[in-house]
């Protein structure tokens, strides 16, 4: 069997194991096609990651099938999109039927869970590196931006920060504790809030995933939206896992400073804040409020870039 | 100036030169948003290029720039797609300004004359590696696919072949002659079929772009529509240029044999044919015929891949 023949043989349950009506024509040809539903607008986005800077040299490659998707499709939840398919182009330094098998099933879990289908992709002999395109839909004009944040909205995070930040700590931990491995799960299997994302479509006025830290990526909506925020240190929801392992102090500042969570941050009018469905209320915390000006205030520490040296790639 | 700040400046100028309608947002955001025409589809194809496999280490950044966009968009062609947008995965070892300043002015070049504007990206740190994503449109329904040909369809090509993997022996070259600096333009800037590709649209029963040799992709050809095809050799359309430098022998062997031409080898049925533009039809040369059974015949040679070890990533 040909290296090629190899790559499908693990790659092809992957396309159309979600049968999604929208993708007329997957994997095989020189392009694939897609049909977006009447009214609708495609929304996509990319991502790399590169081994030794993204993951650890010799990360286990059903983790990294996983990651790599989560970290692709946490774009599609930012933005509030419905996710469709995506495309896989994957540089590998040789095609070892282990490492593909176990990270086409990473992969292949991940493509199940976040509805996102298998469209196409090229896989090319090179250092370990990895190009991710997610496809999903909005209707026209509905698209949740970096840019609409306005005074008076509430700054809203979900979930709870800083876990896969310690995680960092106990990448090579033999037999992890407890709580080492639920910062560890946050790492190797983050979940992007698709549903949530979805849910929040006309109700939040700005959006972001959180990949480089909170403050960073805060940072980021304000720009785009020309305003401040005034954040309440003590409403941060600091995990409690992190607590325990790291202290109060540190485990705030990685709930801070910290990225690769891929958590939500949002702003919300407070109008739409009541009108929001209880099962979304519960997954946001209120951490402060968006004020005229510009930047952070009621927050001490400076936001800092994740631990990768990249180009500031968000 | 931060690198992030150094990588935008170079950039920011590919996004909206063209100011494709369809592109309601682009880079900037979480994911970037396209609106696809009513009654058509969207057709997008990944193409990843390694340093050291697909282009030489240390390769010219401007010849560089050009030819990643032009590989990509060569797999519009062969859909018959009309150009819209691309995003760039730049994986690069340092941020030099020099390299990106001449690498932004060809990849602009080549986004001006195909008519694929910049949509998003992502730029990390790494060993030299691009991704290009390039979305196209067609009609719902008339895309050319790669396995619609059929018993007696005429195989044809665009242009001349060959000239691209002969220069190959000429890369290195300090004063190259006149044929030398024809076929090295070949390699350094070859040119999409996009309007060949569209002109052929609901003509062309089947086509796919030759990136990996005549045979070889010819091969794709006939694997996926189930049948053969009889060629006749005398017929290949040889480069002249190459014939002078190599003998008549050796660019038959190249114009049948290696790749990196992004001519583009369709069947068209004989009614179809007559009924073909002149423009069009003077583009063509017809090379044989699509026969039932498999494989190529009427041609003494063995179909070889490129000279890079890839992973047959067609």
């Known amino acids: 069997m040909g290296e090629f023949e190899l790559i499908r043989r693990y790659f092809s349950p992957l396309a159309g194991q979600s049968r999604a009506a929208s993708l007329v024509l997957g994997p095989g040809d020189d392009c694939a096609i897609e049909r977006v539903a009447p009214g609708n607008e495609l ?3 990319v991502d790399t990651l590169v081994e ?26 930012a933005m509030g999109a419905q996710p469709v398919c ?14 593909l098998e176990h990270f086409s099933r990473g992969l292949s879990r991940a493509s199940r869970a976040f509805g996102l289908e298998l469209a ?3 896989t090319t002999r090179g250092p370990l590196t990895l190009t991710l395109q997610v496809h999903g839909e909005v209707p026209a004009g509905g698209a949740i931006l970096r840019s609409g944040a ?3 909205d509430y700054v809203c995070v979900s979930g709870t920060l800083g876990e896969a930040g310690a995680a960092l700590d106990y990448l090579d931990a033999v037999s992890p504790s407890e709580d080492e491995q639920a910062v560890l ?11 949530l994302g979805m849910a929040l479509q006309g109700l939040a006025s700005a959006a972001i995933d959180i990949s480089d830290g909170l403050l960073a ?3 980021h909506i304000l720009e785009a939206s020309g305003v401040g925020a005034q954040l309440d240190p003590r409403a941060v929801p600091v995990s ?11 485990a705030l500042r990685l709930a801070l400073e910290a990225g690769d969570d891929y958590e939500l941050c949002v702003a919300v009018p407070r109008g739409a804040w009541d009108s929001l469905p209880d099962t979304v209320r519960t997954q946001l915390t209120i951490i402060g409020k968006v004020v005229s000006g510009s930047g952070i205030t009621g927050i001490e520490a400076a936001p800092v870039a994740g631990g990768y040296d990249h180009f500031g790639s968000k």
Chains 1, 2 share one sequence.
């Open 150 to 152: 306005a005074e008076d």
């Open 52 to 77: 030794g800077g993204h993951f650890p040299a010799g990360y286990n490659p059903e983790h990294l099938g996983w990651r790599s998707l989560a970290v692709a499709a946490s774009d599609l939840a």
């Open 120 to 122: 196409g992709g090229d």
């Open 86 to 99: 995506f495309t896989l182009a994957l540089t590998l330094p040789e095609a070892s039927p282990e490492w």
């Open 185 to 195: 799960e946050r790492y190797h299997a983050p979940v992007p809030r698709l549903d």
């Open 217 to 219: 990526d805060l940072g």
């Open 43 to 45: 929304v996509f986005s």
């Open 240 to 250: 409690s896992a992190v607590a325990r392992l790291k202290g109060e102090e540190e």
